[in-house]
Protein backbone atom coordinates (compact mmCIF):
# COMPACT_ATOMS: atom_id res chain seq x y z
CA UNK A 1 0.00 0.00 0.00
CA UNK A 2 0.69 3.21 -0.07
CA UNK A 3 0.58 6.30 2.52
CA UNK A 4 -1.18 9.57 1.41
CA UNK A 5 -1.50 12.49 2.91
CA UNK A 6 -4.02 15.02 1.50
CA UNK A 7 -3.89 18.78 1.97
CA UNK A 8 -5.49 22.60 0.76
CA UNK A 9 -9.03 21.84 1.98
CA UNK A 10 -10.86 24.70 3.39
CA UNK A 11 -13.75 27.02 3.71
CA UNK A 12 -14.64 28.98 0.49
CA UNK A 13 -17.88 30.88 -1.23
CA UNK A 14 -19.35 29.85 -4.32
CA UNK A 15 -17.52 30.58 -7.15
CA UNK A 16 -13.73 30.51 -5.73
CA UNK A 17 -11.34 28.49 -6.76
CA UNK A 18 -9.03 26.14 -4.35
CA UNK A 19 -6.19 23.59 -5.64
CA UNK A 20 -5.94 20.21 -3.38
CA UNK A 21 -2.87 18.68 -3.30
CA UNK A 22 -1.72 14.61 -2.55
CA UNK A 23 1.51 13.63 -1.29
CA UNK A 24 1.91 9.94 -1.63
CA UNK A 25 4.85 7.80 -0.39
CA UNK A 26 5.68 3.74 -0.49
CA UNK A 27 4.94 2.28 -3.61
CA UNK A 28 6.89 3.92 -6.61
CA UNK A 29 3.69 6.86 -7.88
CA UNK A 30 4.28 6.45 -11.41
CA UNK A 31 3.32 2.96 -10.99
CA UNK A 32 -0.23 3.81 -9.18
CA UNK A 33 -3.15 5.30 -11.20
CA UNK A 34 -4.51 8.14 -8.76
CA UNK A 35 -8.01 9.26 -7.61
CA UNK A 36 -9.98 11.74 -5.65
CA UNK A 37 -13.08 10.79 -4.09
CA UNK A 38 -15.51 12.96 -2.27
CA UNK A 39 -17.72 11.83 0.40
CA UNK A 40 -20.63 14.93 1.20
CA UNK A 41 -22.16 15.14 4.41
CA UNK A 42 -25.26 12.06 4.90
CA UNK A 43 -23.86 10.63 1.85
CA UNK A 44 -21.77 8.22 0.68
CA UNK A 45 -18.52 8.42 -0.69
CA UNK A 46 -18.42 8.79 -4.66
CA UNK A 47 -15.62 9.29 -7.44
CA UNK A 48 -14.54 12.84 -8.19
CA UNK A 49 -11.53 12.34 -10.97
CA UNK A 50 -8.57 9.44 -11.94
CA UNK A 51 -5.66 9.89 -13.57
CA UNK A 52 -3.64 6.84 -15.39
CA UNK A 53 0.20 6.19 -14.26
CA UNK A 54 1.73 8.54 -17.18
CA UNK A 55 -1.23 11.56 -16.41
CA UNK A 56 -1.79 10.35 -20.53
CA UNK A 57 -5.96 9.74 -19.45
CA UNK A 58 -8.03 11.14 -17.32
CA UNK A 59 -12.03 10.72 -16.35
CA UNK A 60 -14.21 13.03 -14.19
CA UNK A 61 -17.52 12.69 -12.56
CA UNK A 62 -20.05 14.36 -14.85
CA UNK A 63 -20.87 16.53 -11.34
CA UNK A 64 -17.57 18.09 -11.64
CA UNK A 65 -16.35 17.75 -15.67
CA UNK A 66 -15.65 21.73 -17.05
CA UNK A 67 -14.60 22.54 -13.87
CA UNK A 68 -12.37 20.11 -11.93
CA UNK A 69 -9.09 18.89 -13.10
CA UNK A 70 -6.44 16.25 -11.85
CA UNK A 71 -2.92 16.18 -12.35
CA UNK A 72 0.14 14.76 -11.37
CA UNK A 73 3.45 15.14 -10.56
CA UNK A 74 5.34 11.55 -10.41
CA UNK A 75 8.75 13.42 -9.55
CA UNK A 76 7.17 15.02 -6.49
CA UNK A 77 5.26 12.02 -5.93
CA UNK A 78 2.23 14.49 -5.96
CA UNK A 79 -1.44 14.57 -7.20
CA UNK A 80 -3.79 17.19 -7.42
CA UNK A 81 -6.90 18.54 -7.66
CA UNK A 82 -7.64 21.77 -9.32
CA UNK A 83 -11.62 23.21 -7.90
CA UNK A 84 -12.89 26.36 -10.14
CA UNK A 85 -16.26 27.20 -10.02
CA UNK A 86 -17.27 25.69 -6.78
CA UNK A 87 -20.92 24.90 -5.99
CA UNK A 88 -22.52 24.65 -2.55
CA UNK A 89 -23.02 20.88 -3.48
CA UNK A 90 -19.08 20.33 -3.71
CA UNK A 91 -19.45 20.47 0.18
CA UNK A 92 -17.58 17.28 1.24
CA UNK A 93 -14.20 15.28 2.89
CA UNK A 94 -11.96 15.02 -0.34
CA UNK A 95 -10.03 11.64 -0.13
CA UNK A 96 -6.71 10.89 -2.57
CA UNK A 97 -6.66 6.99 -3.27
CA UNK A 98 -4.10 4.80 -5.34
CA UNK A 99 -4.71 1.97 -7.40
CA UNK A 100 -1.55 -0.25 -8.69
CA UNK A 101 -2.87 -0.47 -12.21
CA UNK A 102 -4.70 1.05 -14.73
CA UNK A 103 -7.11 3.82 -13.64
CA UNK A 104 -10.67 2.96 -12.49
CA UNK A 105 -13.80 4.97 -11.16
CA UNK A 106 -14.77 2.41 -8.99
CA UNK A 107 -13.92 2.74 -5.11
CA UNK A 108 -13.27 -0.74 -4.61
CA UNK A 109 -10.24 -1.09 -7.15
CA UNK A 110 -7.87 1.31 -5.22
CA UNK A 111 -5.93 -0.52 -2.15
CA UNK A 112 -4.62 3.02 -0.75
CA UNK A 113 -6.35 5.94 0.84
CA UNK A 114 -5.88 8.98 2.69
CA UNK A 115 -7.45 10.32 5.53
CA UNK A 116 -9.14 13.34 3.38
CA UNK A 117 -9.09 16.83 3.50
CA UNK A 118 -12.55 18.52 4.03
CA UNK A 119 -13.87 21.61 1.42
CA UNK A 120 -16.98 23.70 2.82
CA UNK A 121 -18.41 26.21 0.18
CA UNK A 122 -20.72 28.61 1.69
CA UNK A 123 -23.06 30.67 -0.27
Known amino acids: QMQLVESGGGLVQAGDSLTLSCAASGRTCSSNSMGWFRRAPGKGREFVAT????????YYADSVKGRFAISRDNAKNAVYLQMNSLKLEDTAIYYC????????????????WGQGTTVTVSS
Open 97 to 112: AARPSTTSTRESDFDS
Open 51 to 58: ISRNGGVR
